[in-house]
T-cell receptor
Framework: KNQVEQSPQSLIILEGKNCTLQ??????????LRWYKQDTGRGPVSLTI?????NTKSNGRYTATLDADTKQSSLHITASQLSDSASYIC????????????FGKGNQVVVIP | GAVVSQHPSWVICKSGTSVKIECRSL??????MFWYRQFPKQSLMLMAT?????????EQGVEKDKFLINHASLTLSTLTVTSAHPEDSSFYIC??????????????FGPGTRLTVT
């Protein structure tokens, strides 16, 4: 079973609308949780990094939240743009194992005009 | 910001041949680099961890004789897929790790290399 589960698997939204992506993880103890954006055919690009003591972090129109008690994180995209079409990957860094990363499968977001 | 490059960005080769993929950290030094493989709609799967000047550490199920990794300098790691077969066709991504400030490392990913074996 994957240690990092993301939902929804895919999502279509209208340009200008907001959306929220979910990430549940079972990894414990963890060092930090990251959200990456991966455009088709490209490598992942970091959006946010949060340690267990942080509840929220923003990067422009992207806002990530973290609830370490329930082991849930979300990524909120505000006023979506066509360029937001991508896969958003939730990644948890383990506290042990030399900070090994556990990857989710990603939320595939398609923004349509 | 830190940039990781990969070359080539895509390659098509015949079955049985070998292919080398380069991963470079352009504006920083990385003692540790990672190689991942990603199939369509799947997570990135760690293949091996590469430390400069020492042998790579391979994940379970990854054949070290088939996927040769060399980390000759602090800015260059190479992955050679030997005797490639169609099932090796995939998207290969490297990343380089730097200490971002306690308590965590930052990991920068390359743009990926699309390998197609015919």
């Amino acid at each position: 079973k994957n240690q990092v589960e993301q939902s929804p698997q895919s999502l279509i939204i209208l340009e200008g609308k907001n959306c929220t992506l979910q990430c549940n993880y079972t990894v414990s103890p963890f060092s930090n949780l990251r959200w990456y954006k991966q455009d088709t055919g490209r490598g992942p690009v970091s959006l946010t990094i949060m340690t267990f003591s942080e509840n929220t972090k923003s990067n422009g129109r992207y806002t990530a939240t973290l609830d370490a008690d329930t082991k849930q994180s979300s990524l909120h995209i505000t006023a979506s743009q066509l360029s937001d079409s991508a896969s958003y990957i939730c990644v948890v860094s383990l506290e042990y194992g030399n900070n090994r990363l556990a990857f989710g499968k990603g939320n595939q977001v398609v923004v349509i005009p | 910001g830190a940039v990781v490059s990969q070359h080539p960005s895509w390659v098509i080769c015949k079955s049985g041949t070998s292919v080398k993929i380069e991963c470079r950290s352009l504006d920083f030094q990385a003692t540790t680099m990672f190689w991942y493989r990603q199939f369509p709609k799947q997570s990135l799967m760690l293949m091996a961890t590469s430390n400069e000047g020492s042998k790579a550490t391979y994940e379970q199920g990854v054949e070290k004789d088939k996927f040769l990794i060399n980390h000759a300098s602090l800015t260059l790691s190479t992955l050679t897929v030997t005797s490639a077969h169609p099932e090796d066709s995939s998207f290969y991504i490297c990343s380089a790790r730097v200490l971002a400030g306690a308590p965590y490392y930052e990991q920068y990913f390359g743009p990926g290399t699309r390998l197609t074996v015919t």
